[in-house]
């Protein structure tokens, strides 16, 4: 069965810092993976996904996520945050095969706060 | 238009109520997922349907009965729920369950408190 850390539980960070968020998942075959937003009080938003192809993908917002294959991780990034990215965090993974039902698998998700 | 809407926002409810959470989605998406979030949790799957058939039950109690009635309509019924209910229920729907490359797209959710 598939699963998704995200190590990172809370993190504080300065307006204006660089951002990484940490997301590993166990699955040995193809995977799909996302990266979700939850602002205080909204619903999850998409920020990027990614399928195949480059593996620096961009997204929403100035956010971007390299899969690294070898590594069995996707990880956030934002040069420079800022006090609107306060938010959850959620890296999933469907590792579905064609034909079956669309199963996202997320992880236990990183809060993150921006301070100015 | 990546709109899933959700009513009620919020609702209360007693152990002995039956009540009903809606979604409802109009982007032509033929696959639609309940959630259960509780709070600082990720979302659990519940339920998903494919073309209008339940395709998925993630082994949940019988007190949560899915239904849909057509392929842009979603219900959950609730009846003789506990307080260890209360959560955000989430809607989601995508185009397809065909591909694992299909993406959800999540309503606002139905903050649901049990007492």
């Known amino acids: 069965a598939q699963s998704v850390s995200q190590h990172n539980h809370h993190v504080i960070l300065s307006e204006a810092a660089s951002l990484e968020l940490g997301c590993n998942y166990s699955?040995?075959?193809?995977?799909?993976l996302f990266w979700y937003v939850q602002y205080p009080g909204q619903h999850l938003q998409l920020l990027l996904k990614y399928f195949s192809g480059d593996p620096l993908v961009k997204g929403i917002k100035g956010f971007e996520a390299e899969f690294i294959k070898s590594k069995f991780s996707f990880n956030l990034r934002k040069p420079s945050v800022q006090w609107s990215d306060t938010a959850e965090y959620f890296c999933a993974v469907n590792a579905g095969r064609t034909g079956t039902a669309s199963k996202l698998t997320f992880g236990t998700g990183t809060r993150l706060q921006v301070t100015l | 238009d990546t709109e899933v809407t959700q009513t009620p926002k919020h609702l209360v409810m007693g152990m002995t109520n039956k009540k009903s959470l809606k979604c409802e989605q109009h982007m032509g998406h033929r696959a639609m997922y309940w959630y259960k979030q509780k709070a600082k949790k990720p979302p659990e799957l519940m339920f998903v349907?494919?073309?209008?058939?339940?395709?998925i039950n993630e082994s949940v109690p019988s007190r949560f009965s899915p239904e849909c009635p057509n392929s842009s309509l979603l219900n959950l019924h609730l009846h003789a729920l506990q307080p260890e209910d209360s959560a955000l229920y989430l809607c989601?729907?995508?185009?397809?369950?065909?591909?694992?490359?299909?993406?959800?797209?999540f309503g606002p959710g139905t903050r649901l408190t049990v007492l």
């Open positions: 699955y040995g075959g193809t995977v799909n």
């Open positions: 989601a729907s995508s185009l397809t369950t065909g591909t694992s490359t299909d993406t959800q797209y």
């Open positions: 349907y494919s073309y209008e058939k339940l395709s």
